[in-house]
């Protein structure tokens, strides 16, 4: 399973049940990604997305249990404990900035099973560098 997500520089996701901010270059690239797989997401996250054309976004409030091997699931309000066993790759988008948050986005990835393949910066419609981050499972 690949899991993605967008985080501040504190590894947060959200603040008072609403995420901490939304770019449109940012879900297209995600889309890009996402391109010949099953893109799952909450009803919140479907929101986000709209009528994405060409991709195959399913809406869920049981994503992880509901997305196979390969599958990407795109959280936000959606916890990741207990599935990392499940997840080989994690790709996130990183804000650079600080806002207020109450989730956080709780996988470890400097415990020694990841490895960052690949960063990007671009900019995003709402930020000026949005940093891209894919990490791999290596053991």
Known sequence: MIIIACVDDRNGMMFNNRRQSRDSVVC????LECRGKKLYMS??????????????????????????????????????????????K???YKWNRRYPADRQFSLDLSDGS???KRT??????????????VYERIR
């Open 28 to 31: 297209e690239d995600i889309l």
């Open 43 to 88: 009803p919140y996250s479907g929101k986000l997305f709209g009528e994405a054309e060409g991709a195959d976004i399913r809406i869920s409030e049981d994503i992880l249990n509901e997305a196979g091997k390969g599958d990407a699931c795109f959280v936000e309000e959606t916890e990741t404990a207990g599935f990392e066993e499940y997840i080989g």
């Open 90 to 92: 994690v790709i996130l």
């Open 114 to 116: 990841w490895e960052l």
């Open 120 to 133: 990007e910066e671009f900019q995003g419609s709402s930020h000026e560098k949005v940093t891209k981050e």
